[in-house]
């Protein structure tokens, strides 16, 4: 079997029994090679939240404990870019709050 392909799903050529080319996209190897990773982190009500207390990063500086809202990231460099988020103050003073302290990356 010959693997062709660019950028993309990968495009396999197979010979039939009819001697004709059978060509097929093997999209189910490639969606299973990619890895996709959210944020997470505590809430500060801790078990009140309906999750066990598990909070999920949305985008937009906003947090759910509804799992399905997560962002997704599909790769891990960009979710620990996320995670070092810094803020600066009118006077100069750069941190971090402690929500993306506190932040977690998980593959999932």
Not at 53 to 63: A, K
Not at 87 to 92: D, I, L, N, R, V
Request: net charge neutral; aromatic share 16%; hydrophobic share 30%.
């Amino acid at each position: 079997m010959q693997q062709m392909g660019f950028i993309g799903p990968k495009i396999n050529i197979k010979a039939s029994h009819y001697g004709v080319p059978f060509f097929y996209l093997n999209i189910f190897g490639d969606l299973c090679s990619i890895m996709p990773y959210h944020i997470k982190k505590g809430s500060i009500l801790g078990s009140a939240v309906p999750t066990d207390g598990v909070e999920y990063y949305v985008g937009e500086d906003s947090w759910s404990n509804d799992y399905s809202k997560r962002k997704i990231y599909t790769n891990q460099a960009d979710a620990d870019a996320q995670k070092a988020t810094t803020y600066t103050t009118p006077q100069g003073y750069t941190y971090q709050p402690g929500w993306w302290k506190n932040a977690t990356v998980v593959s999932e």
